[in-house]
C-alpha cells in the first residue's frame, strides 16, 4: 500500500471501524504528516493526537459523525509530533489520555545515565511535560462500545512507546514506519530495546501495520525483519571501520552515511551513537574515556 499525496484534516476510512486524518506537519522527519487514528464508532479512540495545531484539532473532531464523541486518548509516545494535542483534545472532550507514562518512563539504566550527565533528546523534539491521566502497562487492555485496544510496551524509538493491537491489526507509532527506518537516538531512543521490540512485533500474527508516519504496511512480518537486518548491516559497517587507533562519531558518521544530504547528518550521528551504545553494552566496541557523544571508540 502507498499513501497517493494525501491531503491534511480529509477524514479517510481505512476500514470498518477505522478512520485516518493527517496532521499538517510534513518534514523529512515526519514524511507527509502525523497519521491520527480514529477507532471505533459512536464512542471513539483517537490515537496519537499529534502535535499542536488548532487545524488539526478541529479536522479530528469535524471527522466525528453526528452523536459520537470522543471517549479515550491514546499516545504511542512523547515526541513533540504525536503527543501535545492531547491535553488541548482532553479538555475539548473530557477524554482521559492513555499511554506509558511521561517523557522519561522506561528509559534503562544506562540511557538515565547518560540523560544524567547531560545528554539531551535529538531532533524529534521531546513534550518534556506529557502526564497521561492512566498509565497503561504491557499488556493491559482497554475496551469500549464494541473496541478493544491492547497495550504493547515497544521501548526502542523511545523509552514510553507503546504500540496498541486492535483485533488483527497493530498501531505501531514510530516503532515501525510506513515509509523509512526508525530513528533512534538516545537517551530516549535505545537500540538494544528497539531489536527486542521489533522482534517481538515481527513474531505477531499481524495483518496489517498502521504506523504514525507513511503509508500503511500490508506484509507485517517481512518489514518488522527488514527493519531488524538493516540494524543488523549498520552495525556490521561500523565494526569494520573501528580499530584500536579509535575514531569519534563524527568521523564513523561521515563515513557511514556517506551519500546523506548535510542536513540529515544529524540525526544520522545520533543513529551512529546508539549503535556503538548497543555495541558497548554487548561488548563490541569501548568507549574512551566513557561511554558519551564525544568519546573515541575502539574494537573490543
Same mark, same amino acid.
Given at each position: ?43 471513539? =479512540? ?155 512485533? =515481527? ?46 562519531? =563524527? ?43 564525544? =568519546? ?5
Amino acid at each position: 500500500m502507498a499513501d497517493s499525496d494525501p491531503v491534511p484534516g480529509a477524514v479517510e476510512w481505512l476500514e470498518p471501524g477505522l478512520r485516518r486524518v493527517l496532521a499538517p506537519n510534513p518534514s523529512p522527519m515526519t514524511y507527509h504528516g502525523t497519521n491520527t487514528y480514529l477507532v471505533g464508532d459512536g464512542a471513539v =479512540a483517537v490515537i496519537d493526537p499529534g502535535p499542536a495545531s488548532r487545524s488539526h484539532m478541529a479536522a479530528i473532531l469535524d471527522a466525528l459523525a453526528p452523536g459520537e464523541r470522543v471517549s479515550h486518548i491514546f499516545v504511542t509516545h512523547s515526541h513533540l509530533d504525536h503527543s501535545p494535542l492531547a491535553g488541548p483534545l482532553a479538555e475539548a472532550t473530557g477524554a482521559a489520555i492513555h499511554a506509558f507514562g511521561d517523557s522519561r518512563a522506561g528509559r534503562s539504566a544506562v540511557m538515565e545515565d547518560l540523560a544524567r550527565a547531560g545528554l539531551s533528546g535529538g531532533v524529534e523534539g521531546v513534550d518534556a511535560d506529557f502526564s497521561p491521566h492512566e498509565r497503561l502497562r504491557d499488556g493491559t487492555i482497554v475496551e469500549a462500545n464494541g473496541w478493544a485496544l491492547q497495550a504493547l510496551w515497544t521501548p526502542g524509538h523511545f523509552g514510553n512507546h507503546l504500540a496498541f493491537a486492535w483485533r488483527d491489526v497493530v498501531f505501531t507509532g514510530d516503532q515501525i514506519l510506513g515509509w523509512a527506518s526508525t530513528m533512534i537516538s538516545p537517551p530516549d531512543g535505545d537500540l538494544g530495546a528497539f531489536m527486542a521490540s521489533t522482534e517481538a512485533l =515481527a513474531d505477531r500474527n499481524t495483518r496489517i501495520f498502521y504506523p504514525g508516519h507513511g503509508a500503511p504496511v500490508p506484509d507485517p512480518s517481512a518489514r518488522a525483519n527488514w527493519l531488524l537486518d538493516h540494524r543488523r548491516r549498520r552495525e556490521a559497517e561500523i565494526a569494520d571501520r573501528l580499530s584500536t587507533q579509535g575514531i569519534t562519531i =563524527a568521523a564513523l558518521t561521515c563515513d557511514v552515511y556517506a551519500d546523506i544530504p548535510a542536513a540529515l547528518l544529524p540525526a544520522a550521528k545520533r543513529n551512529v551513537f546508539a549503535h556503538l551504545i548497543d555495541m558497548v553494552q554487548r561488548k563490541l566496541a569501548c568507549a574512551d574515556p566513557h561511554l558519551a557523544a564525544d =568519546a573515541r571508540y575502539y574494537r573490543a
